[in-house]
Each structure stands twice: as structure tokens, then as C-alpha cells.
Nanobody
Framework: VQLQASGGGLVQAGESLRLSCEIS????????MNWYRQAPGKQRELVAS???????DYAGSVKGRFTISEDNAKNAMYLQMSSLKPEDTAVYYC?????????????WGKGTLVTVSS
């Protein structure tokens, strides 16, 4: 399974950015699709999730500003980020979880850097 994240860049506070993640397999086989981020000197944190069945969940710090979505036809997931803040600066990673024979496997993209200037 391969994931390719893209869409990062340098933006000013208050602006928007959309991240994309192309997934090499059918998304119907996945138990969840997630965006994580890791800021300099901090641990990686879960930002947003789509659980099998379509429900979504967000970290409190991004709720109301970020939206996770999927496009099954394109085997892609997205993270629409609005009202960006300097504290959103981080490397963003897409992640998927796949269940197979009672085991669950995690797959990661390489990450895309988002920098928000004040």
C-alpha cells in the first residue's frame, strides 16, 4: 500500500490550504483514514479521521476549521484547512488502517510540510 501526500506550502495566518493523499488501493478495504501532523519538537498527533462507514472525528484544536473528506472514485482523501494559524505549522502525514485476518496494519505517506506565517 502506497500513500502520496501533497498540497503543503507556505501560507499566511487566516488563509486556507487543501492537502491531498493518493492511496494505491481501494478505500473500501480500509477501516480508517487519518491525517496526522508533527510540529518541530513535538510528538505526532492525530488531526482528523474518517472511520469506515463515513463518520469523522477531529482534534479539538482544528474542529470547525479543518474538514476531512474522501473520494472513492479517485482513491484519494483530503484535508481542507481553513483559518490557518501559526500553530498549525507542521509536517502533515496521511495514514490508513487496513484490517486483514484479525490483524490491523498501518500505512503512512511521507508527509507534506505546511508552514503558516503570522
Amino acid at each position: 500500500v502506497q500513500l502520496q501526500a501533497s498540497g503543503g506550502g507556505l501560507v499566511q495566518a487566516g488563509e486556507s490550504l487543501r492537502l491531498s493523499c493518493e492511496i494505491s488501493i481501494s478505500m473500501h478495504s480500509l477501516s480508517s483514514m487519518n491525517w496526522y501532523r508533527q510540529a518541530p519538537g513535538k510528538q505526532r498527533e492525530l488531526v482528523a479521521s474518517i472511520i469506515s462507514g463515513g463518520s469523522t472525528d477531529y482534534a479539538g484544536s482544528v474542529k470547525g476549521r479543518f474538514t476531512i473528506s474522501e473520494d472513492n472514485a479517485k482513491n484519494a482523501m483530503y484535508l481542507q484547512m481553513s483559518s490557518l494559524k501559526p500553530e498549525d505549522t507542521a509536517v502533515y502525514y496521511c495514514n490508513v488502517m487496513q484490517k486483514y485476518q484479525a490483524e490491523e496494519y498501518a500505512y503512512w505517506g511521507k508527509g507534506t510540510l505546511v508552514t503558516v506565517s503570522s
